[in-house]
């Protein structure tokens, strides 16, 4: 079993920025796909960045003109996701997912975000002035 843990969300103004953590426990040792999810109100989940645990590989789901930015610090079984000049339309709550690498590919499960089976309680992001 993963454990999933979000921070970080928050209040703040279009052109902000904010880094949300999201540190796992639990059979950590596995291989494991995870990832940035987020849901607005009355839209579904969608994905936004996903990291292959073995080789940390990234993939995102849009360019987003590079404003975000995945990372992780495995010493801290945390992953990052850096968020900069951030609009309205990032308003959402934004969760981490993860899946074992045996069942998904890292793409698949940022482009079909019912794949993980794994997730925190969610952080929710408002930007707004």
């Known amino acids: 079993q993963l454990q999933l843990v979000e921070s970080g969300g928050g209040l703040v103004q279009p052109g902000g920025s904010l880094r949300l953590s999201c540190t796992a426990s639990?059979?950590?040792?596995?291989?494991?796909?995870i990832g940035w999810f987020r849901q607005s109100p009355g839209k579904d989940r969608e994905g936004v960045s996903c990291?292959?645990?073995?080789?940390?590989?990234?993939y995102y789901t849009e360019s987003r003109n590079a404003r975000f930015i995945m990372s992780k610090d495995n010493a801290k079984s945390t992953v990052y996701l850096q968020m900069n000049s951030l609009e309205p339309e990032d308003t959402a709550v934004y969760y981490c997912?993860?899946?074992?690498?045996?069942?998904?590919?890292?793409?698949?499960?940022?482009?079909?975000?019912?794949?993980?089976?794994?997730w925190g309680q969610g952080t929710q992001v408002t930007v707004s002035s």
């Open positions: 997912g993860a899946v074992n690498a045996r069942y998904s590919t890292m793409e698949a499960m940022c482009t079909l975000p019912y794949l993980p089976n794994y």
């Open positions: 990291m292959s645990n073995s080789d940390g590989n990234i």
């Open positions: 639990g059979s950590i040792s596995d291989n494991y796909h």
